[in-house]
C-alpha cells in the first residue's frame, strides 16, 4: 500500500548535546509532527545532526514513533532515519523498525519519503500489514 499526505513539523534544539570542532557543528534537536490524510496523527523523537563547513553538506539520524491511524488501522509504529546531503542533494532513507507495530498496526514495515514543496512538508508511505 502507498498513502501520501502533508505534515507539520517542529524541531527544536536540546540543550544537553552540542558537539563538534574544526568546523564541525553537532547537535541533538526534538522532533514533534502531525500528519494529516490516510496517516493521521502525531510522532515524537530525536534527532543527531552534523552539518560540516561546507554549505549544503550535513547528515542526520532520528527516531520517531508515529502514533495514531493508518488507513483506518489504529496503533503505533518507530520510524528509523538516515540521511546524509551533499551539494545540496540529499539521500534519505527512512524505514519501520522491524516488530515496532503496535494494535492494529502490530507486524507493520514499509519505507516513508519526504518531500519538501514551497515551504510545505509531505510524506509518501509505502508500507504493509500482514
Known sequence: MQVSGKFEVNIQPLNSYTGGKDGI????????KIFYGELSGVSKGEMLNVLTPIQGSA?????EQV?????????????????????????LLIKVVPDSGTGELRGIS???NIRIENKQ????????IP
Do not use: C
Request: charged share 20%; net charge negative; glycine share 12%.
Open 25 to 32: 557543528k553537532a547537535g541533538r534537536m526534538s522532533i514533534d
Open 59 to 63: 547528515g542526520y539520524v532520528a527516531i
Open 67 to 91: 502514533t495514531g491511524k493508518l488507513s483506518g488501522k489504529e496503533g503505533s509504529f518507530v520510524l528509523q532515519h538516515y540521511a546524509t546531503m551533499n551539494n545540496q542533494k540529499s539521500n
Open 110 to 112: 514499509g519505507e516513508m
Open 121 to 128: 512538508h509531505y510524506y509518501d508511505f509505502d508500507y504493509e
